[in-house]
């Protein structure tokens, strides 16, 4: 815990340290401009850990205020950092060419102007954000295979990835979820992780609206680092009483399909019990049943390989917020969409159903993925 809040506090703090510095640069502020401006900077760097310690304590209104103004504040501040730099350097790159042409100082960006230009994109940005995370999508991905009898009939599996219920997701997304996958009707559902993010009271009435969603062969769930976050035994009864069996090193039948599930690992660093054991987990190479694997992090065991033929997963938000894709693909190279793996075997990481702090997506809609598994031969 400790190395989580010196990581915080260095880089976020660092990031409303260059915040601060830009703005008092560019308009000169001072006496109660300048106190404000600090006082608000100290409450956004703390509010998403003041978020957390009033949700548990039940103070529930005020914690939900405080989490949207200060994940809206996190993008905005992602935003203006990023594009900051980008002007740092488009200035020294200017700077330097002055040395030999001293004319192209002109070029050179006006810090107000600057500061000014900024806003408008973020601006623009937060409301395409705001748009884009409130329409999901339906991705519809077709796979064959002779582990079903030809002539067969096809077996359909939603999967659901990265909601973030909690204070900010809630009932309105759920609703949208609910109608969706009834308009699917899928035989088979699945989440792979992240489906909670807090312990609100709401959260209640959220598996409620969950335990109507009928999957004929079974509704199955693996937990992501949230549900340590959240609490594990909350997180796990909150999945029971939404109808979802959560796999944890094992597996169960689902008609002719096999649903292996594993824990996700963040659960050792926070002290909980975790069973992420693959080896356990997936049957024998060889065997003769479709075999799905639910793993919340979009990363492949080649020993696995050869024992399931398609692993589901999530996690990755495909960065959720344009460019911060590119920070995110450098850890997981497999960031969104089908993957082959070679054999049988094949991968799909899904952009997530919902949104973790900053309630906006920018090029990075989120989805709910459907697989139709028909047999080879039709």
């Not at 359909?156 to 996958?181: M, P, Y």
């Not at 009928?214 to 199955?220: D, M, S, T, V, Y």
Request: charged content about 15%; proline content about 5%.
């Amino acid at each position: 815990m400790a190395t989580f809040f010196l990581i915080y506090f260095s880089v976020y703090g660092g990031m409303h340290a260059y915040f601060f510095l830009k703005i008092h640069l560019a308009f000169s502020l001072n006496g109660y401009r300048l106190a404000a401006l600090i006082v608000f900077l100290l409450l956004m760097l703390n509010a998403p850990i003041l978020v957390r310690l009033m949700e548990r304590a039940g103070f529930i209104a005020p914690a939900t205020w405080l989490a949207y103004s200060s994940y809206v504040w996190m993008a905005i501040i992602l935003w203006f950092v990023s594009l900051g730099l980008i002007g740092d350097i488009w200035n020294l790159g200017v700077w330097i060419a002055s040395q030999i042409f001293p004319a192209s100082d002109r070029l050179l960006l006006g810090s107000g102007t600057g500061i000014k230009v900024i806003f408008l994109i973020i601006t623009a940005s937060a409301l395409w954000g705001v748009m884009e995370a409130s329409r999901i999508r339906v991705e519809s991905v077709v796979l064959s295979t002779s582990l079903l009898e030809p002539g067969s009939k096809s077996i359909t599996v939603a999967q659901i990835s990265d909601l973030h219920l909690g204070l900010i997701v809630g009932e309105r997304k759920v609703i949208q979820v609910k109608q969706l996958l009834e308009g699917i009707a899928p035989d088979i559902l699945v989440s792979t992780g992240d489906m909670v993010d807090g312990t609100a009271p709401h959260l209640d009435q959220l598996s409620v609206l969950f335990n109507s969603i009928e999957a004929p062969l079974g509704k199955f769930a693996v937990t992501g680092n949230h549900e340590y976050y959240a609490g594990l035994k909350e997180s796990l009864d909150f999945h029971r009483r939404a109808g979802f069996k959560v796999l944890r090193g094992e597996s169960s039948l689902a008609g002719r399909i096999r649903i292996a599930g594993v824990d996700d690992p963040s659960g050792n660093q926070r002290g909980g019990s975790v069973r992420n054991d693959e080896d356990n987990a997936l049957p024998e190479a060889g065997n003769k049943e479709f075999t799905i694997l639910l793993k919340h992090r979009p990363n492949v065991l080649s020993e696995s390989l050869g024992r399931f033929d398609l692993q589901l997963s999530g996690h990755t938000h495909r960065g959720q917020i344009f460019p911060f894709k590119y920070l995110v693909k450098l850890q997981y190279p497999m960031l969104d969409g089908l993957y082959p793996l070679g054999g049988s075997s094949v991968l799909y990481t899904s952009r997530g159903t919902g949104t973790w702090g900053p309630p906006m997506r920018v090029l990075s809609p989120p989805e709910i993925t459907v697989f139709t598994i028909v047999p080879e031969s039709g």
